[in-house]
């Protein structure tokens, strides 16, 4: 089956800094990648969509001067949360799609920020 | 706009009872109904999935879903629990198209007791 990878699956940091997520196709191509955010015990919330080679589509609410979205290529998504306070601190979840219309999507891993 | 409600944010059940996890939707065009299943500190892994056809849809690990048109609903069900079932679970819509955006249900916590 289709697989997608995180790293770091875990990370922390302090105030103010910032860190970048990878997600990883690892076996096919990937046209569309979203970022999900998942706090303690709560559902997954679409923070925004990645098409290959255009800017991200952000979801209502969601920063996206703080939370930078690259699709550089058909299977690499990186998100980077710029000046991380300890709000940020979170569950975030990668899947990703081979394309549009009723296509799965396959979902990373996920990594575990938290901000100090 | 699509929604999803998930009632009962927990269920137990006793090792070989019956699960039943429920699921309601609503959207505007023909929606495309998942259910993902997660365990702790991991992402989600498909259960199941509708698109078309046949509502009543099986999938892994021994579940099944069925598509009830005039209920709006895709409640999860499997015969007889067992202890690796105990995990969230995830009742998710899409209405499919260009951004296969996905809109996920609060989850429901399953336990599975001895």
């Known amino acids: 089956g289709a697989v997608v990878s995180q790293h770091p699956s875990w990370v922390i940091c302090k105030s103010g800094t910032s860190v970048k997520i990878e997600c990883r196709s690892l076996?096919?191509?990937?046209?569309?990648m979203f970022w999900y955010r998942q706090f303690p015990k709560q559902s997954l919330m679409l923070m925004a969509t990645s098409n290959e080679g255009s800017k991200a589509t952000y979801e209502q609410g969601v920063e996206k001067d703080k939370f930078l979205i690259n699709h550089a290529s058909l299977t690499l998504s990186t998100l980077t949360v710029t000046s991380a306070h300890p709000e940020d601190s979170s569950f975030y979840i990668c899947?990703?799609?081979?394309?549009?219309?009723?296509?799965?999507?396959?979902f990373g891993p996920g990594t575990r920020l938290t901000v100090t | 706009a699509q929604s999803v409600t998930q009632l009962g944010s927990h269920v137990s059940v006793s090792e070989g009872a019956l699960v039943l996890l429920r699921c309601n939707y609503s959207?505007?065009?023909?929606?495309?109904l998942f259910w993902y299943v997660q365990y702790p500190n991991q992402g989600l892994q498909l259960l199941l999935k509708y698109t078309t056809g046949a509502t009543l849809v099986k999938g892994i690990n021994g579940f099944e879903a069925e598509f009830k048109k005039s209920e709006t609903s895709f409640h999860l069900t499997k015969p007889s629990a067992h202890m690796s079932d105990a995990a969230e679970y995830f009742c998710?819509?899409?209405?499919?198209?260009?951004?296969?955006?996905?809109?996920f249900g609060t989850g429901t916590l399953l336990a599975v007791q001895p």
């Open positions: 998710a819509v899409s209405e499919g198209g260009a951004t296969n955006k996905l809109i």
């Open positions: 076996d096919f191509q990937a046209t569309t």
């Open positions: 959207s505007s065009v023909p929606p495309y």
């Open positions: 899947s990703a799609s081979a394309a549009g219309g009723i296509s799965e999507q396959y």
